[in-house]
């Protein structure tokens, strides 16, 4: 559930510290609100209309779509400064995407309304929307091709490293497997048996339900920054 936090400083620590005043050419501060959403919330779901455009600040989001047969798909991670709702703001559409928080993250949102109304005549603003959906049509694009074309286990390790939590000096996963598989796009059975394989290899030990991380850096050369 989206919690709006009331904390002037800590909105304008995150519109300085990322530069949103940048992308308009007029003072948009006081029109925007802080909000966080907590571990597994959504953010955007898929089909719904949406009403406003959020800037990710801090956290680490994954993006999937529901597919007509009711499986889903994953599309990539978000993990640092992005723009949300572009797409929609631009065809008048409902939400394209699932973005689903992987742990309590926050977003600085501005409405559909206030946007409408003062600049979608903004030539800095529209500016940026062309390059963030240009952008993204090159991630998806790439995205694709990862999904075609790359071994289960470079996709999983990607998976693993983008959604797990860091507990000391370890990394922690600890996800549904059976929803893993549905998002990679492989069979339960496969993906099992890649987890079998990277426990040979002393890439991850399973301890109490959850898998962590033995080899980082082996992980992280397998994973290669995918479904960036």
Same mark, same amino acid.
């Given at each position: 559930?989206?919690?709006?936090?009331?904390?002037?400083?800590?909105?304008?620590?995150?519109?300085?510290?990322?530069?949103?005043?940048?992308?308009?050419?007029?003072?948009?501060?006081?029109?925007?609100? +802080?909000?966080? &959403?907590?571990?597994?919330?959504?953010?955007?779901?898929?089909?719904?209309?949406?009403?406003?455009?959020?800037?990710?600040? $801090?956290?680490?989001?994954?993006?999937?779509?529901?597919?007509?047969?009711?499986?889903?798909?994953?599309?990539?991670?978000?993990?640092?400064?992005?723009?949300?709702?572009?797409?929609?703001? =631009?065809?008048?559409?409902?939400?394209? =995407?699932?973005?689903?928080?992987?742990?309590?993250?926050?977003?600085?949102?501005?409405? &559909?309304?206030?946007?409408?109304?003062?600049?979608?005549?903004?030539?800095?603003?529209?500016?940026?929307?062309?390059?963030? *959906?240009?952008?993204?049509?090159?991630? $998806?694009?790439?995205? $694709?091709?990862?999904?075609?074309?790359?071994? +289960?286990?470079?996709?999983?390790? $990607?998976?693993?490293?983008?959604?797990?939590?860091? =507990?000391?000096?370890?990394?922690?996963?600890?996800?549904?497997?059976?929803?893993?598989?549905?998002?990679?796009?492989?069979?339960?059975?496969?993906?099992?048996?890649?987890?079998?394989? &990277?426990?040979?290899?002393?890439? *991850?030990?399973?301890?109490?339900?959850?898998?962590?991380?033995?080899?980082?850096?082996? *992980?992280?050369?397998?994973?290669?920054?995918?479904?960036?």
């Amino acid at each position: 559930m989206m919690i709006e936090i009331v904390n002037e400083g800590l909105k304008n620590y995150y519109i300085e510290k990322h530069r949103i005043k940048e992308i308009f050419s007029k003072n948009t501060a006081p029109k925007m609100r +802080l909000v966080e &959403f907590k571990k597994n919330d959504l953010i955007y779901r898929d089909g719904e209309n949406i009403d406003e455009i959020y800037f990710f600040v $801090s956290g680490k989001a994954k993006v999937y779509i529901t597919l007509k047969n009711g499986k889903s798909l994953l599309i990539g991670f978000y993990d640092r400064f992005k723009i949300l709702g572009d797409l929609e703001l =631009t065809t008048d559409s409902p939400a394209s =995407t699932n973005v689903q928080v992987l742990e309590d993250s926050l977003c600085i949102g501005i409405s &559909f309304n206030e946007i409408q109304k003062n600049f979608m005549d903004d030539s800095v603003f529209l500016r940026y929307i062309c390059n963030s *959906l240009s952008e993204k049509l090159r991630q $998806s694009s790439n995205n $694709s091709t990862i999904n075609l074309l790359y071994p +289960l286990e470079d996709r999983l390790a $990607s998976y693993i490293i983008m959604a797990s939590k860091r =507990t000391n000096d370890s990394l922690e996963f600890s996800g549904n497997l059976m929803e893993v598989s549905e998002l990679l796009g492989t069979s339960y059975r496969h993906l099992l048996r890649t987890f079998e394989k &990277f426990s040979k290899e002393k890439i *991850l030990e399973k301890r109490k339900g959850s898998f962590f991380i033995l080899d980082e850096d082996k *992980l992280r050369s397998l994973s290669a920054d995918l479904y960036r």
